[in-house]
């Protein structure tokens, strides 16, 4: 059986962890007897220097042809002074309404073999935490109305948030979908004392909630989720928010983790198809130096396996290799110890290789 997966390379080191992700599926592939037919799209900074535009029309073509697609990142100080709408970032909110991917998952885990690395207090860190941030991915404040005008003290500027009904239940389900598959509690996170938006995002989460009797259900606001989520992070299990409410605190979510180069990421539509990629950018400082922490794209690619081509078996392997590797003591220097060695970007992927 073979599948086709379309691969966004991009920009800085996004090069560099693609290929690591996909030397590591071919490594699963060989092992289970499966076929992956990979095809390279420009995007990003790469496309526009060749054709352009951040995301060429056959860009979009082939992902949408596509079962799956893997990026890497976009972005770097070489198209920083572009127009907004010529930017390099602009392709990723494009190739996402393109393919219709309006909810994101950001797994945050603590690794326990890089626990010493985790910025909270120890006895926190001793509890563990699992949790996945469900993230709305095309509406709100990001989407909104924008512009500038005349207010009272002069030339001002706006952003509008705006969510209907319909895509918070949408987010909703998919919310408690995936808490059903693990610890059954998910806690919808808003602003509803300040916010009409958020309001309406708490009633429709209620309502939602009723499909779902066996998951628990709880609201917390905005300000307080960031506070528990360095306080006692095992709390949470499934955390479904709004488009930047979660775009932050997956940030914060990831820096608990110890490094934002491990923590991969999907986004998903109505159909199987979804986009894989690590919750990291091009990371410009580090690019083609050979260094960069390949985990992210390698678990993002795990993620792809499970989520979008239902091979639960293969994804557990690659996970487990991981999990070994960091366990064996292979640190690329993100998260080596200060002064302790490292390895590079091949030496990491080759770790991983040899534990599938
Ligand atoms: P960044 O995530 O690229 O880098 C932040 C810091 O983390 C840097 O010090 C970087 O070296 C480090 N880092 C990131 N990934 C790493 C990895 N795999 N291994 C080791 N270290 C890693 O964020 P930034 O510096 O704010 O942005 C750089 C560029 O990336 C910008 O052009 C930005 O617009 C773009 N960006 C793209 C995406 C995306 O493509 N999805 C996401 C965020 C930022």
Same mark, same amino acid.
């Given at each position: 059986m073979a599948y086709d997966i379309a691969l966004l390379r991009g920009d800085g080191i996004g090069p560099e962890i693609v290929d690591s992700a996909v030397a590591v599926l071919r490594a699963v592939g060989k092992k289970y007897g499966l076929d992956f037919n990979f095809t390279n799209y420009l995007i990003g900074g790469a496309a526009i220097d060749e054709t352009g535009v951040p995301l060429p029309e056959e860009t979009v073509k082939g992902c949408l042809g596509a079962q799956c697609v893997l990026l890497g990142a976009v972005g770097g100080p070489k198209? %920083?002074?572009?127009?907004?709408?010529?930017?390099? $970032?602009?392709?990723?909110?494009?190739?996402? &309404?393109?393919?219709?991917?309006?909810?994101?998952?950001?797994?945050?885990?603590?690794?326990?073999?890089?626990?010493? $690395?985790?910025? /909270?207090?120890?006895?926190?860190?001793?509890?563990?935490? %699992?949790?996945?941030?469900?993230?709305?991915?095309?509406?709100?404040?990001?989407?909104?109305?924008?512009?500038?005008?005349?207010?009272?003290?002069?030339? $001002?500027?706006?952003?509008?948030?705006?969510?209907?009904?319909?895509?918070?239940?949408?987010?909703?389900?998919?919310?408690? &979908?995936?808490?059903?598959?693990?610890?059954?509690?998910?806690? &919808?996170?808003?602003?509803?004392?300040? /916010?009409?938006? &958020?309001?309406?995002?708490?009633?429709?989460?209620?309502?939602?909630?009723? $499909?779902?009797?066996?998951?628990?259900?709880?609201?917390?606001?905005? %300000?307080?989720?960031?506070?528990?989520?360095?306080?006692?992070?095992?709390?949470?299990d499934v955390i479904v928010t709004s488009n930047m409410f979660g775009d932050i605190l997956s940030d914060e979510a990831s820096q608990i983790s110890g490094s934002i180069g491990l923590l991969p990421s999907a986004s998903l539509g109505e159909g199987s198809r979804g986009m894989y990629e690590p919750i990291h950018g091009s990371a410009p400082d580090i690019a083609g130096q050979g260094i960069a922490d390949p985990l992210a794209a390698i678990l993002s690619a795990a993620m792809m396996l499970r989520i979008s081509l239902g091979l639960e078996r293969e994804a557990d392997d690659i996970e487990r290799a991981v999990d070994q590797a960091i366990s064996d003591g292979f640190r690329t220097p993100d998260i080596a110890r200060a002064g302790g060695e490292s390895v590079t970007t091949r030496e990491m992927t080759q770790a991983v290789i040899d534990r599938i």
């Open positions: 198209w %920083d002074g572009l127009p907004g709408d010529r930017r390099p $970032e602009k392709a990723l909110l494009g190739i996402r &309404s393109a393919l219709g991917l309006y909810t994101n998952l950001r797994p945050a885990r603590l690794f326990p073999a890089l626990s010493d $690395e985790c910025p /909270l207090r120890r006895d926190i860190v001793d509890r563990g935490f %699992d949790l996945m941030i469900v993230r709305e991915l095309t509406g709100g404040i990001y989407f909104g109305d924008r512009g500038y005008r005349d207010g009272r003290y002069g030339r $001002e500027a706006f952003d509008t948030e705006s969510y209907s009904a319909y895509e918070v239940e949408r987010i909703a389900r998919a919310a408690f &979908s995936i808490a059903g598959g693990r610890r059954k509690k998910v806690t &919808s996170v808003d602003k509803a004392n300040v /916010l009409e938006t &958020s309001r309406l995002w708490r009633a429709t989460m209620e309502k939602v909630s009723e $499909e779902y009797p066996d998951v628990e259900l709880g609201h917390m606001f905005v %300000d307080n989720a960031a506070m528990q989520l360095v306080r006692d992070p095992g709390q949470f």
